[in-house]
């Protein structure tokens, strides 16, 4: 079955899911197995790649490795095109629907169609939306774009409800990699009311509770990088009495 239909299925089954961001541009390779080995027993789903500012061949190198570890499925999170590759399980074909930069909205899924016409791997339409976290982030400066200020929350829901009109079959709010502050639960609330299609939130999740707020609010996928950058102890703290969140 595929990625997505898993996602849906698991979904309808009422399953949160969470993804753990690994950026191969922080990422050390001689960790992978130690790393990894604590995903596999966290409460993960998926593992996503990718980064904004990676080096060309390390994330399909970095992919390889992390598969003689793992059967979780291993999802592309591009930040450009050389970043896609064949031994990850699906690729989210992302779209910087918060950002009026061309190339981010179609220039470079053009450029992407020469590789993906030859590769057997699942392409998940998504739409990503960048929200402001006060800081510049690394999405922001690469794709010379804002985001959506957090005060504009009907903008934020038409942005959203814009790319389900268009077809995506996932939608990503991202505060960014880093972010001091996570989206607001009432921005997630705000958007899921009006999606059918799974959302994501991601950006600035350091703490059990925050992770426990994006579901609350109707999150169906978490996404975490940098606090297990940070520290790995973070998988413990997200185990303990998981089991009672409601
Ligand atoms: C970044 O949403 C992801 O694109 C995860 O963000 O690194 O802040 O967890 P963090």
Redesign the pocket.
């Known amino acids: 079955m595929s990625v997505y239909k898993n996602i849906l299925k698991a979904i309808g089954k009422g399953e949160r899911l969470f993804a753990v961001?690994i950026d191969p541009d922080k990422f050390a390779f001689g960790n992978a197995e130690s790393f990894i080995k604590k995903v596999n027993v966290s409460m993960a789903t998926h593992i996503f790649v990718g980064g904004s500012t990676v080096d060309e061949y390390t994330t399909e190198a970095l992919v390889g490795e992390i598969k003689k570890y793992t059967d979780l499925p291993i999802i592309i999170?591009p930040g450009d095109v050389y970043q896609i590759t064949e031994k990850a399980d699906a690729l989210l074909f992302l779209s910087l629907l918060s950002g009026r930069n061309p190339e981010y909205l179609i220039g470079k899924h053009v450029e992407a169609v020469s590789k993906l016409r030859h590769m057997n791997l699942e392409v998940i339409p998504t739409g990503y939306i960048l929200i402001e976290s006060g800081v510049k982030t690394a999405?922001s400066e690469v794709t010379n774009t804002e985001g959506i200020s957090r005060s504009n929350i009907q903008t934020i829901i038409d942005t959203a409800k814009a790319g389900e009109l268009l077809g995506m079959k996932l939608m990503y709010l991202?505060?960014?990699?880093?972010?001091k502050l996570p989206l607001t639960k009432e921005i997630v609330k705000a958007v899921k009311n009006e999606l059918s299609i799974p959302l994501i939130i991601?950006?600035?999740?350091k703490t059990k509770a925050q992770v426990e707020n994006a579901y609350g609010a109707g999150a169906n996928i978490v996404?975490?990088?940098?606090?297990f950058e940070e520290d790995e102890s973070f998988f413990e703290e997200l185990k303990d009495n998981y089991e009672n969140i409601s």
Do not use: Y
Request: proline share 0%; net charge negative; aromatic share 6%.
């Open positions: 961001l999170f999405v991202e505060a960014g990699s880093g972010a991601g950006g600035g999740i996404v975490v990088g940098t606090a």
